[in-house]
């Protein structure tokens, strides 16, 4: 079943249809939630969640070529997580380590193959909540200062200092780290 004929049934409370829709795009959900969550099993709640809003608004998604579904739930993932920090400040961020690099985290390849990924998962989920939220938004979801500053509601000075902040920290533990293992 492709995109188009998984959300016309879907819109249409096909059952079927929404576990596909369910197994099909849970991993990639459950990677954006990790991003921002401190533990799995919150990560797993914001999931679950998830999904049911995009079975309550599946109805007002609009189909605009290939792609465009997994975009607008990625979205509303997001928008799940970032609500749930306003409200209980917990996140994680997991993603490539190749964004290490791009992060300014990491200064070379060689670097990057002594750290194994969830070590580096773990050094973000050891930042301050707002350092990790910056991070991630700034890193992962490429918002500007401005608009990470309208959606955590600081400023972009703030949002700044954060990251600055959070890259510091990072690239000490990483440092720390290969000075140890590598």
Not at 86 to 112: C, G, V
Not at 143 to 170: C, M, N, V
Request: some cysteine.
């Amino acid at each position: 079943m492709n995109e188009l004929e998984l959300v016309t049934a879907c819109q249409e409370n096909d059952n079927t249809a929404r576990k596909m829709l369910y197994e099909r795009y849970a991993e990639q959900m459950m990677g954006i939630c990790f991003r921002y969550m401190a533990e799995q099993e919150t990560s797993y709640d914001l999931l679950h969640d998830g999904f049911i809003k995009v079975f309550e608004r599946i109805h007002l998604f609009e189909y605009r070529g290939e792609g465009s579904l997994r975009a607008w739930m990625s979205r509303l993932f997001v928008n799940i997580s970032l609500e749930f920090l306003r409200r209980r400040e917990t996140d994680r961020t997991a993603f490539s380590p190749d964004a290490w690099k791009e992060a300014e985290i990491i200064e070379s390849e060689e670097e990057l193959t002594l750290i194994p990924d969830h070590v580096l998962m773990d050094f973000i989920a050891g930042l301050p909540d707002g350092y990790r939220s910056v991070f991630n938004l700034y890193t992962f979801e490429e918002l500007s200062h401005k608009e990470i500053g309208l959606k955590l509601g600081i400023t972009e000075s703030a949002s700044r200092s954060q990251l600055s902040r959070a890259r510091s920290i990072l690239t000490k533990k990483v440092k720390d780290y290969i000075k140890v293992n590598g």
